[in-house]
């Protein structure tokens, strides 16, 4: 392991050689140059390993340059510009956001001349509240010591927690708990909303029609974010419904949304069903704009707006998973959630931490398909006879398709003609055959299996822009079953 006084004298060796370059001669090296020369031997000197750097694909608008793992746990990240690029708020936003929607702590925004550090515990809009200090390389020596908490050692032995005051920690809410609480107040002001307005209704059907709406607004959302429908489409439609644009009700045009989606993803999550019965649902517009802009800003309003595509799948499946744990009673005053512990032990409804299922993937599904072809790996059927919401299934998923675009680069071939051709990554194509043939589940609970499906949906569009996704969406109805 470096010592702090080896990591000292290994900085001033890349402080020096930044120091040697004119300021034009800085400003005119591509951003991967500054990377490759000095923003990653800057984090090397600093303890971390080749191993422990992961470098992002630049597929999704936002994504940030690295995220620093220690073991299976991903530490830090961070984002990288060059040097004539100044760090503004913007950029620094940027980098908090997707630490904060990935859960980790820290991010560090920099073009090595500035070097910015940021807590991730929240994602507020007024971004100088997150920067913990901010250095210029010139200083990198003078004040060592504060870099030094941004090394490996630091974070091992959780030095750099203590530039966080326990009221920092106290008082923001990480992302899985924040969309939680607000998914839970939606259900709330939807429950409400129908037992008032529709009381023949049973609460089964209240269950089922409240689950069905979130499920798509969550998909819109989500499919907003990534680039493949306009951004703020959902906004949109409540800014025209206030101003007037609208010939119909907010409901009634939110519906038609839903028949588009319908059309052009194709999915079961848009059929129609219990919402399109003109008899059971009608919602008021008050409480339908207060829903959208909770998936947009949050119940307080106070954040920078949600990011779904920078939200990975396994952290929404644990969202969900602790959602399916909270029931809906209703009473003769009131609707109200009650969390019923009985449920998730006799459903069997538990979340299992993404480091334990990154390795039993891997050890088994990895291990499993690494020396087949891809025509036999097309052949492997992975089944999860207990799926939840499908973190298990999203993992697998993910391997399998790994595996496969690792022996495409290689060049092998395959005798399935959707596998001829190899471009960077797999398209989308490629990705629904290996979505709909090798990956299966099953769950007791009917709710868990609708998510399941919504959150494999979402995997599979990951990556996917307007550009890309040129073709309907599987059904999934044979392949997560109740």
């Known amino acids: 392991m470096t010592t702090k006084e080896e990591a000292k004298l290994e900085v001033e060796k890349i402080v020096r050689k930044f120091s040697l370059k004119s300021k034009s001669e800085l400003d005119s090296m591509p951003e991967e140059d500054i990377k490759f020369q000095f923003i990653e031997p800057l984090f090397e000197a600093l303890g971390w390993n080749r191993e422990d750097i992961s470098k992002e694909k630049r597929v999704l608008k936002g994504r940030a340059d690295y995220i620093l793992r220690i073991g299976n746990q991903e530490s830090l990240v961070v984002e990288a510009k060059k040097t004539n690029v100044s760090l503004s708020e913007d ?28 807590h991730a515990l929240s994602n507020i809009k007024n971004i100088d509240k997150n920067l913990l200090f901010w250095l210029e390389f010139k200083d990198f020596e003078k004040e060592f010591d504060k870099l030094w908490l941004i090394s490996r050692e630091s974070f091992e032995k959780q030095e750099i927690n203590k530039l966080l005051s326990k009221k920092d920690e106290k008082q923001f809410v990480p992302v899985d708990e924040s969309i939680l609480a607000d998914l839970l107040e939606i259900r709330r002001l939807l429950s409400n909303d129908l037992k008032k307005l529709r009381n023949y209704l049973t609460d089964e059907q209240i269950d089922e029609a409240i689950q ?5 607004l969550i998909f819109m959302r989500s499919a907003e974010d990534r680039g493949l429908e306009n951004q703020n489409f959902l906004l949109g439609l409540v800014k025209d419904s206030r101003e ?26 848009f059929s129609s069903g219990i919402l399109e019965d003109e008899k059971n649902i009608f919602l008021d517009d008050e409480n339908l704009e207060k829903i959208i802009k909770i998936l947009y800003f949050g119940v307080e309003n106070k954040q920078s707006r949600y990011m779904f595509d920078e939200i990975p799948g396994d952290l929404l499946g644990s969202i969900y998973e602790q959602y399916l744990g909270v029931v809906l009673r209703g009473t003769e005053q009131r609707v109200k959630l009650d969390s019923e512990s009985g449920k998730r032990k006799k459903m069997g409804i538990y979340y299992t931490p993404s480091y334990i299922v990154d390795y039993i993937v891997k050890n ?43 022996k495409m680069k290689r060049g092998d071939k395959s005798k399935n003609s959707t596998f001829k051709n190899y471009e960077d990554r797999l398209n989308l194509a490629q990705k629904i055959t290996i979505l709909s043939r090798c990956v299966y589940g099953v769950d007791l609970d009917e709710k868990a299996v609708e998510l399941a499906q919504l959150n494999l949906l979402l995997k599979l569009l990951e990556g996917e822009t307007r550009e890309t996704r040129k073709l309907l969406l599987p059904n999934l109805k044979n392949n997560i079953k109740n």
Not at 91 to 117: C, D, M, P, W
């Open 91 to 118: 950029e620094g936003r940027q980098a908090v956001s997707y630490a904060y929607h990935r859960k980790i702590k820290f991010s560090v925004l920099t073009n090595f001349k500035y070097f910015r550090v940021y």
């Open 212 to 216: 069905i709406l979130i499920d798509r």
């Open 244 to 269: 007037g644009r609208l010939k119909v009700k907010l409901w009634p045009a939110l519906d038609e949304q839903f028949k588009i989606f319908d059309k052009s993803y194709n999915s079961k999550l």
């Open 364 to 406: 088994t599904v990895g291990e499993y398909v690494k020396d087949k072809s891809i025509d036999e790996i097309l052949e492997v059927r992975i089944v999860d006879p207990a799926c939840g919401s499908g973190s298990f299934l999203i993992r697998a998923f993910q391997e399998v398709c790994d595996a496969v675009e690792e």
